[in-house]
């Protein structure tokens, strides 16, 4: 499952859906085709592998029980997902935000995508949304039921957020991957889009050992 998780993966940020603050109208298909355009640029740029996350229907819900992505989202989030499938030829992975694990696996799980990624899959984090605790229990339960092999990425020290108690980079991730038994484990910036603090991603490198680490943000071609 692990072998998606290596290479260069772009993203797909599907634009504001219907009932979205940000939605400056156009229905559902027009969201879709946005999103695909963006998929299929991606494909021809040469990409290895794709993610798909609703970045613009922000403020997001917690995603968990009582704070979960409402059912039009999942449902145009499969659709996106399916059809960047058939279209590219690429393995396909899937982020519900801000951390609808379930949502995640359940879409990936009807379209044969190959991966999701995980906010906070281990302990637990002050965000924007409010305290987020990780799920993993639930999470890998689900996928078990599920019986699809899907691999999970998760991010340690994950970006617009603080864990509740101090904790390493290197305790995170031995979290992350040992008790949580992630497949691989993202490290970013602070933020969306900024650079990874380079101590940390090494620290991250030595206690993942032959396991994946994935950079999560701030990738530009001088950084590649």
């Known amino acids: 499952m692990t072998s998606v998780l290596r290479g260069l993966i772009g993203v797909v940020h599907v634009p504001a859906m219907p009932g979205d603050p ?15 355009a963006d998929a299929l640029a991606l494909a021809e740029g040469g990409i290895d592998a794709i993610i798909v996350e609703n970045f613009g229907s922000a403020p997001f819900p917690k995603g968990v029980d009582g704070s ?39 879409i990936a799980a009807a379209t044969g995508a190959a991966f999701v990624r995980v906010n906070v899959h281990t302990g637990s984090y002050v965000t924007d949304q409010g305290l987020i605790e990780g799920e993993a229990d639930r999470s890998l339960r689900y996928r078990m039921a599920l019986g699809a092999p899907i691999a999970l990425a998760a991010d340690v020290l994950v970006k617009h957020a603080a864990p509740l108690a101090p904790v390493t980079m290197t305790d995170a991730v031995h979290d992350c991957l040992d008790r949580g038994l992630a497949d ?19 620290e991250a490198r030595a206690a993942a050992g032959d396991r994946a680490v994935l950079l999560g943000s701030g990738l530009t071609p001088e950084r590649v």
């Open 68 to 106: 979960r992505l409402p059912p039009h989202q999942v449902a145009l989030l499969t659709l996106v997902v399916r059809e960047a499938a058939r279209r590219t030829g690429l393995p396909i992975g899937v982020n519900c935000l801000r951390n609808d694990v379930i949502a995640a696996l359940g």
């Open 184 to 202: 691989a484990v993202i490290v970013s910036g602070a933020a969306t889009g900024a650079p990874v603090d380079e101590p940390l991603l090494r």
């Open 22 to 36: 940000g939605h400056r109208g156009g229905g559902f298909a027009q969201v879709e085709q946005a999103a695909l």
